[in-house]
């Protein structure tokens, strides 16, 4: 996981750390996905620096992207909630990227 959120979060339980990782990805690229619209998987892993954003988008583990066609996603209407009941994590997540320490949303 290249995420600098996670030297943050490890508690000793790999498995929450990451989940919690695997979330901040997956709110990342929701959050592109709530301010661009329907994109393609490639441009989502650029703009957000989440290497797995194709994967993680197919795989669909909290609901939150709908497949518009190959390789191409949207938000769905659980990932527009996800917008709204993590939006605190988003605006820590913006911080981060904002002083250059973690990738950019």
Wanted: proline share 2%; charged share 20%.
């Amino acid at each position: 996981f290249n995420d600098t959120a996670t030297t943050e979060i490890y508690t000793g339980d790999t498995s929450s750390a990451a989940s919690d990782v695997y979330k901040r990805q997956a709110l990342r690229c929701a959050a592109h996905l709530g301010a661009n619209g329907p994109t393609k998987a490639s441009v989502v892993k650029a703009a957000t620096g989440v290497e797995r954003a194709a994967t993680l988008m197919r795989n669909d583990v909290y609901g939150w992207f709908e497949r518009v066609e190959r390789g191409i996603y949207a938000l769905s209407p659980k990932g527009r909630q996800a917008l709204e009941t993590y939006g605190d994590v988003l605006a820590e997540l913006s911080t981060q990227a904002a002083c250059g320490s973690g990738s950019s949303i």
